[in-house]
């Protein structure tokens, strides 16, 4: 199987993953130099919050709606553990519980598929 990486050379892919690391360095450093020091006002504080709960959901909804990229049908273990995955985390507030809620409904789905 060829992933793509094999015509790579070993000092090309070090390259790629320290200009990577370097790149996420910059950008966590010019936002963090840019408003570390500063007080930022309420409304941007709100949305802030939001980040994590926004981030999930948009990391997660490929998974569960393609679980096998190539292959368009749903699966029914991604299925159950993401609905469960949000009822649980509607009712319990909980980002934790929520997936908890999530991997064991997947795996008792999965079980019994």
Known sequence: ?????????????????????????????????LIG????????????????????????TPLVVWPDAPDTSLSPPHLAGAV?????????KSPIWAVVAGMATFLLVQALT
């Open 1 to 33: 199987m060829n992933n793509g990486l094999a015509n790579w050379s070993s000092a090309e892919i070090w390259f790629i993953i320290a200009a990577l690391g370097v790149a996420t360095f910059a950008i966590r450093l010019s936002f963090l130099g």
């Open 37 to 60: 020091n500063r007080e930022l006002p309420e409304w941007l504080l709100r949305h802030l919050r939001y980040t994590p709960v926004a981030i999930l959901p948009a990391l997660v």
């Open 84 to 92: 469960a995955a949000m009822a649980v985390g509607y009712w319990r």
